[in-house]
């Protein structure tokens, strides 16, 4: 039903510009899909996001198209977002988007998983926050651990390029130790918070370290992460992308970076539940994965 929303009323069609018919035709929304939506359908499809206007070579962009077409329902989906650079992409998302107040994205999106569950009750609704660590793991990080506290019904996507980049270039929890920034000349003066094992620790039934190198395992973990925290919980993505402004990098070189730090500060970590492993089961046997 919610893919009506995005048909073209027959009596404007002949005004349309290209852009708009193709997203009708040739999006990959899940109602139109012959087979599941995925990162190889992405070359041939029109894509929910195409232009944005992050720095040239951002992975944040790349990774933000990476998450999209993985997305299992994106007509049924809502994103919210809170501020920083991930929200100059969101005015060019061809979804429903909502932009919270800095900090306080997982509080929003509960309210409205919880008022769509009572509003929808026979329709599955994802809700997936997508924010930057600033908003993530250091202001927010409040409205975020309660989430899980909570068992919401959510999936947090943080993405983390470990400073407040928007903003000039401040340090966050996520900043590794030492490291200098532009508005943080003095150094962190301590380790860089694990999220991903606090999200552990605070009820996530699925909780990844990745970085944005491989497209096809950040789609893996979205799908994964969405499908589980429809039916047992909250599940958190934590998902490195490089300021390259930030650390002084060209465009090219953020791939580099981030195929580096799959060794390192990003060294692939992953948490499933009894549970939700036991729900992916089901899911692969019924092919939604
Ligand atoms: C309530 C509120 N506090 C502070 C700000 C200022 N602010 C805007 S973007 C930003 C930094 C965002 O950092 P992060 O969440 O890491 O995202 P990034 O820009 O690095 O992707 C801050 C502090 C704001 N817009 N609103
Ligand atoms: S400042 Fe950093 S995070 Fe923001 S768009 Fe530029 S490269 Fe990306
Ligand atoms: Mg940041």
Not at 70 to 77: D, F, V
Not at 225 to 243: D, K, Q, S, V
Request: hydrophobic share 40%; net charge negative.
């Amino acid at each position: 039903m919610a893919i009506d929303i995005y048909k073209i009323n027959p009596e404007f069609r002949d005004i349309m510009p290209q852009e708009i018919l193709d997203l009708e035709e040739k999006a990959t929304w899940a109602e139109n899909a012959v087979k599941p939506r995925g990162i190889k359908e992405l070359p041939e499809t029109k894509e929910l996001l195409e232009e944005h206007s992050l720095c040239a070579g951002c992975p944040e962009a790349a990774a933000l198209r990476y998450v999209l077409s993985a997305l299992p329902k994106p007509e049924e989906t809502i994103i919210v977002n809170s501020t920083g650079c991930t929200s100059l992409m969101f005015p060019h998302i061809a979804l429903h988007t909502v932009h919270s107040l800095f900090g306080n994205q997982n509080a929003v999106a509960t309210g409205i998983k919880r008022v769509l569950d009572w509003r929808f009750p026979d329709t599955e609704k994802d809700v997936v926050v997508l924010a930057g660590d600033g908003a993530t793991v250091d202001i927010g990080l409040d409205y975020t651990l309660q989430s899980f506290f909570r068992q919401e019904n959510i999936t947090t996507i943080c993405f983390d390029n470990e400073v407040y980049a928007n903003t000039g270039g401040q340090e966050s929890g996520a900043t590794p130790k030492g490291q200098v920034f532009k508005m943080a000349p003095t150094g962190k003066k301590f380790e860089k918070v694990k999220m991903w094992e606090l999200a552990v620790t605070s009820g996530c039934h699925y909780s990844i370290n990745m970085t944005a190198s491989a497209p096809k395992a950040v789609a893996k973990a979205v799908r994964e992460a969405i499908l589980i925290a429809r039916e047992i919980g909250p599940t958190f993505l934590n998902i490195y992308t490089p300021c390259i402004l930030e650390i002084g990098l060209n465009a090219n070189e953020g791939l580099r970076e981030m195929k580096e730090q799959d060794k390192e500060r990003f060294a692939s970590f992953k948490y499933v539940s009894p549970e939700a492993e036991e729900f992916l089961v089901k899911c692969k046997e019924e092919g939604r994965l």
